[in-house]
Structures are given as structure tokens and as C-alpha cells.
């Protein structure tokens, strides 16, 4: 009786940890295996589709199944086939915008008159300014439209108060206080944007809001703006753009090196990018970094956000054209659809909010040998030796021409760009007397509008650049067109009367 029993117990244990072998170390799928759930899921998919959800972020993850396949790496197939069949299951039906509403919306776009550059609202602060002050700075030029009204590039914070709790591999300890300081002094939270357009509509409630949300930075330390979600540099670097994903001979560090080096990153080498790098380069068919940078766009509509610009949306494939040689090369395809899929999600996003949200961008994406994006606005920028010598009016008439021929539907702003050396808004503020400044702004203002295109007045913003001498009210890099070392302010109101 005994034995019978010690028989049974070895049994049950054999048996026990047989299953948990099975459970913990599940043999990896045979092609086979694998070949019968890409068959399934497109099944499911189909289906999906034809009902009307918005099946793009399983398309994304099918993709990098597809290739993880390709590779006979059947582990990693199997898991972005996990999360394709899971973000089918998460799929939720979009309703398409109406044509009448997307033409009404765009018709509102194309009457703006005045637009103000103004970088940012909420930093009232550090300027000792009431947002009674900014309402009435905005006021005087009877500004239709913000542009840059605020400008997410580092993780943003929902409260600053948020920053003191930041886990150490994001902060350092001992930089904590400070940056929080900083914070408040910019107003540097989603929740403090969102008081400052309360603040605003409630005294120009026809005024569109636009904000800037740059693409090209993906902060290793990232946040779902959304969920809340801290996400670290394992799972950040996993977006970085990567040539190779493509076949493409030039590895993910090495791409990412070199985009260090094209901002003075690197100081000294060998240089660990992943490590190292302040902003990685993201690669927007990465189904994580879309979910990731639409997190920000979402909240940043949640907080009152009329239009969004994205800088830099067409980049990505820009620079994979540029290492292939060849506009149709898979990889450009790909992240170029991606990048127009990101269009059409923040468009789904506003509607399903009850409101139209314009997207822009600048006019790369015309250039491209694809449908367009559904793009509301174009962006184009004075440059330097127009601000210098004049404006070159042939070449501008050959950019409209081409833009209005490939995106006709498209309202198109102009404005000083910046964020580099010799920019056009550093030349502009740094190179130009006061009276310079006010004569190219009449000049720039009167050639745009006979050319129906709204030149965006720099009123507050954008920053000058890093190593100028001429600062507003001697301490801020951003541009005051009312600091006595400017007093543009009082041209832009005549010129504002004119319209």
C-alpha cells in the first residue's frame, strides 16, 4: 500500500513538473505553426477591416512578424504576432470625418489673417506676465491663430509636481529640484497648457491653438502622455530608427551615431548611442513609438489644442532615401505610410472628441513619389539669405506652384525657422538692426499675402538660437517683438490694421 503510494506521489511530481516545464519553457513555434496563424490572423483581420475598425496598429505588428519570420526567427515572430492578434482584439470602430465637415473645417483655416507666433503660452513666468497680459499682446494684432502656443520635445510631465517623483534613471537625484523649478518658471505640464487655453478661449474663443510636436525627438526616457507609462531606454532604443530592419547594410547604431554626430552630440568616442544620446531618431513604423508619440497628441488635444504641427514628420524617409538612393526603396515606402497614418489617427482622435484637428507639417512630403498626406497645412520657412538680400520671389513662385499642385487642399504658413546655427530666426535677430527687422517684417507680410499665403508674425518666439549675444529683455533666448531690444511690436499691429 505503501510503495503504491510513494508510486503515485513520483508520478504527480513527474506530471507537475512536466506541465510547468511546458508552461515556462513553451517550445517555439514551427513554421508550420506559424504559417497557420499568419493565415489566421488575416482572417480575423479581413473581417475587422471590412466592419469598419481601424486595424493599423495590428497591421504594423503583422508586418514585423513578417520579417522576424523572414529571418527564421520564429520566437520573435510569434510574440508581434501576439500583439497583432492583440491589438486586433483592442481595435475600435472610427467614424470617417464627413467631407462636408473636412471642407468646412479647412475653409475656416484658409481665412486666418493673422497668425502670432507665439512660443509658448504658458510661460508667463519667467517673462512676469499675466495670461490677461498674453491675451491682450494677442489682441493687439488681431491674431485668428497660435502658432507654437506650446512646444513638446522633452518628456512632459502631466503636473510638475510629477518631476520630484521621477525614477532615477530618468532625473538625476540631485538635478531633481532644479528641473522642477524649471518647469513651473516654463509651465512645462499638460495640466498648466490646459489652464492657459482655458484662460485664452475664454476671451478669444475663435482663435485657433496650434502646438509643436517634433518627431525627432524620442526621449530615452519616454512617457505614455496617456496612461502614464514610464518607458526606459530598453524599450525606447527598440524605436530607434534601424537601416538594417530593411536589409539595409547600416546598423542601428551606426545610423544613430551619425545622427549624434549631425548635432554635436558626441564629444569624444567610442560613443555608445544607446547610452549616450540625449534624443534618439525614432522610426514611426515602429507600432510602440506610434502608440507612444500619438499619446502625446492626444493629451495635448485633451488639454485644448485646436491644430497640431509636426516638425520633421517626413524626415525618416528622407534620410532613407537619401542612404539608398532609391524614392521607392521598401523602407522609405513604409515609414512614409507610417508617417501618413499618423496624419489620419490624429484627425480619427479630434472627430471622435466632437472636434476637427488640423495636422501640418512641412512641404517634404510632396516631394515623394506617393499619395500625399491628408495634410490641413504646409509650413515654409524665409531663408537667411532672403532675410539678408530679399526675397527671391522666382524660387518662391516654384515651391507654391509645386506645393498647391501635389496638396491643393493645403493652407500654407511661413515663418522664420530656427533651432540650428544661422537660422533664420537668428539671422533675423541677431544680424538686423530694429529698423532692418521692421522693414523685412512689411516686406515679408506684403509679398506672402499677395500670394494668399499667411506670414506668421513673430511676436513672442521662437528661440533665437544657443550662441547669441542680443538677448529679449538681456535674458531670454526667445524672441519678444515688445523687448526694448527689438520693439518690433507696434509694425505687426499696423500691419495686423491692414488685413
Known sequence: MRKSIFVIMILAVIITLFVGYFYVYKPAKTEEQLLRRFSRFEMEYQKKKASGYDVTEA???????????????????????????????????VSAIPDDVKVAARERLSRVKVASFYMTITDVRMFNRSYDDVVNIL?????????????????????????????????????????????????????????????????????IIVVSLPLEFLNPCSRNSITGEILLRNKTWEMALDPSKWGIPVTREQFQTWWAKRHNWVKEEPYNPKEQMPFYFPDPSNPDFQELFLSHAKRLIDAGADAIWIDMLFMPSLLLKQLTGDEKHKAVRETFNASSKIVDKIHEYGYSKGKYIYVGSWGTAASFPYPPPDLDFITGTVHRDEILNGINETKWEERISFIRERMPNATIFVFFDYGYDNSPMETFSQELTPEQQREILKVCDEFFTKKNITFIYPIHGPDMG?????????????????????RTYEILEKLAEKK
Open 139 to 207: 489682441k493687439g494684432v488681431r491674431t485668428d491663430l497660435i502658432f507654437g502656443a506650446f512646444h513638446h520635445w522633452i518628456t512632459c510631465p502631466e503636473r510638475c509636481e510629477d518631476i520630484l517623483n521621477a525614477p532615477p534613471e530618468c532625473i538625476d537625484s540631485s538635478k531633481i529640484q532644479k528641473q522642477y523649478e524649471r518647469c513651473k518658471k516654463h509651465g512645462y505640464s499638460f495640466a498648466e497648457f490646459q489652464n492657459a487655453t482655458k484662460k485664452i478661449k475664454a476671451e478669444m474663443p475663435d482663435t
Open 59 to 93: 497591421e504594423e505588428y503583422v508586418r514585423e512578424a513578417k520579417r522576424a519570420f523572414e529571418r527564421r526567427d520564429y520566437i520573435m515572430a510569434n510574440k508581434f504576432l501576439d500583439r497583432a492578434f492583440e491589438a486586433l482584439r483592442r481595435a475600435i470602430k
Open 466 to 486: 544657443e550662441n547669441i549675444k542680443i538677448l529679449s529683455f538681456a535674458k531670454s533666448r526667445c524672441y519678444d517683438s515688445l523687448a526694448p531690444e527689438f
